[in-house]
């Protein structure tokens, strides 16, 4: 098992240094400048930039009930008062 996980890590070095392989085999790049790239490289591959947060959005206001004076219509105070209006009139 511990073979092929470095198979398989030698293979993903090769593949993401390719161009970094090409330039120093044609002896356009040093082995220093090489292994600068391919590092690079495999730190861009495992540990992308992280993007900024977005800011934190405040949740939305919830809507305030009307203030009523009088009570609900089926509420029993407001029979007791169409009751008094009555007698009162």
């Known amino acids: 098992m511990i073979k092929l996980i470095g198979w398989l890590v030698l293979a993903a070095v090769l593949v993401v240094g390719w161009d970094a392989w090409v330039k120093w085999y044609d002896g356009e790049a040093s082995a220093k400048q090489t292994v600068q790239e391919v590092r690079q490289r495999l730190g861009e591959l495992i540990m992308p930039e992280p993007t ?4 934190p959005q405040t949740p939305p206001a ?4 009307p203030v009523r004076d009088a009570p609900a219509e089926s509420s029993p105070t407001s029979v007791w008062r169409a009751w008094l209006r009555q007698l009162l009139e």
């Open 52 to 55: 900024p947060a977005p800011p």
């Open 62 to 65: 919830a809507p305030k009930a």
